[in-house]
Nanobody, 131 residues
Framework: QVQLVESGGGLVQAGGSLRLSCAAS????????MGWFRQAPGKEREFVAA?????????????YYADSVKGRFTISRDNAKNTVYLQMNSLKPEDTAIYYC???????????????????WGQGTQVTVSS
């Protein structure tokens, strides 16, 4: 049973920063691509960022971002800690949402932006950005 537990959400003013963490259970965390999604009230869940497994041990995996967060958010992973992070800078009110991390069944993905590509989900953490 894989469990994903997000943390780090909260209330922040526009222009501020937050770092979300997602701790995963299981011994093979490093073998799977991970993603972050978000869902605002009344809207569909949308892709935020994804990170693949590293092609070479010790290097970072390929990363992908939604256009709306590119240049402001950074996804990273620490395989030794079974944790994926989402550093969010220059936050805007429109970033307000529940943020979910997800694990794919593979190390890389052909399409990273669809929730259907991921098989395990965390419970979510609320991020609220005030103007």
């Amino acid at each position: 049973q894989v469990q994903l537990v997000e943390s780090g959400g909260g209330l922040v003013q526009a222009g501020g920063s937050l770092r979300l963490s997602c701790a995963a259970s299981g011994r093979t965390f490093s073998s799977y691509a991970m993603g972050w999604f978000r869902q605002a009230p009344g809207k569909e869940r949308e892709f935020v960022a994804a990170i693949f497994v590293a092609a070479i041990t010790g290097t970072g995996g390929s990363t992908y971002y939604a256009d709306s967060v590119k240049g402001r958010f950074t996804i990273s992973r620490d395989n030794a800690k079974n944790t994926v992070y989402l550093q969010m800078n220059s936050l805007k009110p429109e970033d307000t949402a529940i943020y979910y991390c997800a694990r794919s069944p593979r190390g890389t993905l052909g399409v990273v932006t669809t929730p259907l590509a991921y098989e395990y989900w965390g419970q979510g953490t609320q991020v609220t950005v005030s103007s």
